[in-house]
Nanobody, 115 residues
Framework: QVQLAESGGGSVQAGGSLRLSCVVSGNSISRYDMTWWRQSPGTEREFVSRSYSYGRTDYADSVKGRFTISRDNAKNTVYLQMNSLKPEDTAMYYC?????????WGQGTQVTVSS
């Protein structure tokens, strides 16, 4: 069974940094795209970043230049380095993978940025 576990969230002041991790068990991530999403109360879950299995990365415009996604296939882990954090980055952050047409999500990790 595929399971994802996020960690690394916390409370920081604006301008600070956090590094989120997502450890995947039950499946090797090396051949699969991995994505980060976030959701604030009362809003829909929104795309943040994608790490393609072949190396390319994508970012939402709102985080481009501040966030960096990376992966360590040997550790079955994907990371999200978040710099220059803003109050509007406050959200629950989730990682996701799609395996045989089914989406798998982690439980999320909370990021709170104060002004």
């Amino acid at each position: 069974q595929v399971q994802l576990a996020e960690s690394g969230g916390g409370s920081v002041q604006a301008g600070g940094s956090l590094r989120l991790s997502c450890v995947v068990s039950g499946n090797s991530i090396s051949r699969y795209d991995m994505t980060w999403w976030r959701q604030s109360p009362g809003t829909e879950r929104e795309f943040v970043s994608r790490s393609y299995s072949y190396g390319r990365t994508d970012y939402a415009d709102s985080v481009k230049g501040r966030f960096t996604i990376s992966r360590d296939n040997a550790k079955n882990t994907v990371y999200l380095q978040m710099n220059s954090l803003k109050p509007e980055d406050t959200a629950m952050y989730y990682c996701k993978t799609t395996y045989y047409g089914r989406d798998y999500w982690g439980q999320g990790t909370q990021v709170t940025v104060s002004s």
